[in-house]
């Protein structure tokens, strides 16, 4: 049985292909996790939770001759995650759907359009900050990440002294490029300016330094700035059912459909991110 229920709604393969289209293309607009986390799955519908190995921040291989020594990687912990629904529902009106259908006109998704925006939010606030009542962590939650404090971001150059620290950081504890930047909007918005008399723009330097690359998004507190290790040994977003669109339901003469995806965020390495808060003054 399709979980979808797709042949039970009232639009035809067309109007499903046009639907599809719009709700992906805007979750690719909005989200920002997806852009630098490299993804796991999809794994199903039928998968509820998922282990996740905890490995040490820092350790060495063996060097010798035959490879006599045995010292496989140690298994910090293994975590069992849940991997949540995140969903908004939206209605298709009758009426549209009569005109669409009798008149010729275009149909108006724009009811799709905002369930797939309020969806790509709350991912992106999942991978961010977590889910305490479901015991996910997320990156600027996540116990054992290096939390440091930074003066702000008023200063001309001080986000790139952050970021140059950040990334000293993350070296010596072992984990090595590429690394990305998430910041909120207000501090991205102030590394637009002059990186002292160079005539480059701050974000540019900044930019420079990282091959994951800069990310903006408003789901990001504008006290925050992380520094995150990406590769896949650290983290990954495991993904049970990409984001799609299912039937609900027709009542009193409209009918209910859903923008659903299930997804969690695997955290292997806490020491991988590097979470600077602006301190505040005693």
Avoid at 89 to 117: H, K, N, V, Y
Avoid at 145 to 169: F, K, M, P
Avoid at 250 to 266: C, I, K, P
Wanted: hydrophobic content about 40%; proline content about 5%; overall charge negative.
């Amino acid at each position: 049985m399709d979980f979808l229920l797709r042949q039970d709604a009232p639009i035809n393969e067309t109007e499903w292909a046009e639907l599809d289209d719009t709700v992906h293309q805007v979750v690719r607009r909005q989200v920002v996790g997806r852009r630098f986390l490299q993804l796991y799955g999809p794994l199903g519908a039928e998968v509820e939770v998922i282990p996740t190995d905890r490995s040490p921040g820092y350790d060495l291989g063996q060097v010798d001759m035959v490879g006599s020594h045995d010292d496989p990687v140690a298994l910090a912990g293994r975590i069992y995650q849940k991997l949540p629904m995140l969903h908004k529902d939206f209605i298709l009106f009758w009426r549209d759907l009569e005109s669409s259908t009798r008149r010729g006109l275009p149909m108006d998704w724009s009811m799709a359009q905002a369930a797939a925006s309020f969806v790509a939010r709350v991912e992106d606030q999942l991978i961010l900050h977590g889910d305490s009542a479901l015991h996910i962590e997320g990156l600027t939650t996540v116990a054992g990440r290096h939390v440091l404090e930074t003066s702000g971001w008023a200063e001309s150059q001080s986000g790139y002294r952050d970021v140059v620290t950040a990334i000293n950081h993350l070296a010596s504890a072992g984990f090595y490029p590429p690394y990305t930047v998430i910041i909120g909007t207000e501090g991205y918005a102030a590394w637009h300016r002059l990186f002292g008399n160079s005539g480059v723009l701050e974000i540019d330097q900044i930019r420079k330094l990282v091959e994951g690359g800069v990310f903006v998004t408003p789901q990001m507190p504008n006290d925050s700035l992380l520094v995150v290790a990406t590769s896949p040994e650290n983290m990954d977003l495991a993904i049970g059912v990409d984001t799609t669109v299912a039937f609900l339901e027709s009542s009193a003469m409209n009918h209910a459909f859903r923008v659903l995806e299930t997804l969690t965020l695997r955290i292997k390495r806490p020491g991988a991110i590097c979470h600077f808060n602006i301190s505040t003054p005693s």
